[in-house]
Structure formats: C-alpha cells, structure tokens
C-alpha cells in the first residue's frame, strides 16, 4: 500500500524559509516521477515542482516561474524521501502542500503536471507576519 506522509509546515514570516518533507512507504521510489501541488484557500490545486527518476529523464527537475529561485526540490531514493526547500517564502505561498507520486515508471517530470496517481494528505504552510 502506497503512502505518502508530508511534514515540516508551519507558520513562517516574510522572506523565511520551510523545509517540507515527504516520507514515501509501501513502494520503492526511486523509480517514479515525485512533485508537490499546493492547493490555497478558494483557489484550484496546482503543481509546484516536480523531479523524475534518475532512469527517467535522468532526475529532471521542473519548478513553476512564480518558485523559480525560491523553491528546490530534491530527492533521497536510499531513503524513500522527497524535499521541497522554501526560501524567500511570500503571503501567495499559503496553501497546503501535497506530496505526489505515480504509479508507472514511465511518467516523468513535466510542466504537465500529470500521471500523479498517490496523494499526501498534505502539511499546511503559511507565510504572514
């Protein structure tokens, strides 16, 4: 059984920085595509970034502009863990944050943002002073 358990929100200040963290169990994840979405309130789930496999396009990474710089997304497949490090986090990062995964080995990382078929139930960030 596939799960995803996300962690490291908070409530941060303006220009502060986030650590989240997804502990991946029930598969080995090294050969999937990993991403985070957020989702703010009253506003549609979007994708953030994203990083394929290393057979896969060869860990490439995707980071939507309005992160660009701020955000890095990162992978440790020796222990099922997917990163998403905030750096000058902004009010419009507010949202919950979701861990994402596929269940084939073929999709990889894009700007699509599809074939994510496993949620985390999510960790909330929220950036006001």
């Known amino acids: 059984q596939v799960q995803l358990v996300e962690s490291g929100g908070g409530l941060v200040q303006p220009g502060g920085s986030l650590r989240l963290s997804c502990a991946a169990s029930?598969?080995?994840?090294?050969?999937?595509?990993v991403g985070w979405f957020r989702q703010a309130p009253g506003k549609e789930r979007e994708g953030v970034s994203c990083i394929s496999s290393s057979v896969n396009s060869n860990g490439r990474r995707f980071h939507i502009d309005s992160v660009k710089g701020r955000f890095t997304i990162s992978r440790d497949d020796a222990k099922n863990m997917v990163y998403l490090q905030m750096n000058s986090l902004k009010p419009e990062d507010t949202a919950t944050y979701f861990c994402?995964?596929?269940?084939?080995?073929?999709?990889?990382?894009?700007?699509?943002?599809?074939?994510?078929?496993?949620w985390g139930q999510g960790t909330q960030v929220t950036v006001s002073s």
């Open positions: 994402v995964t596929s269940r084939s080995p073929y999709y990889y990382c894009s700007g699509f943002f599809t074939g994510y078929d496993y």
């Open positions: 029930g598969f080995s994840m090294e050969d999937y595509v």
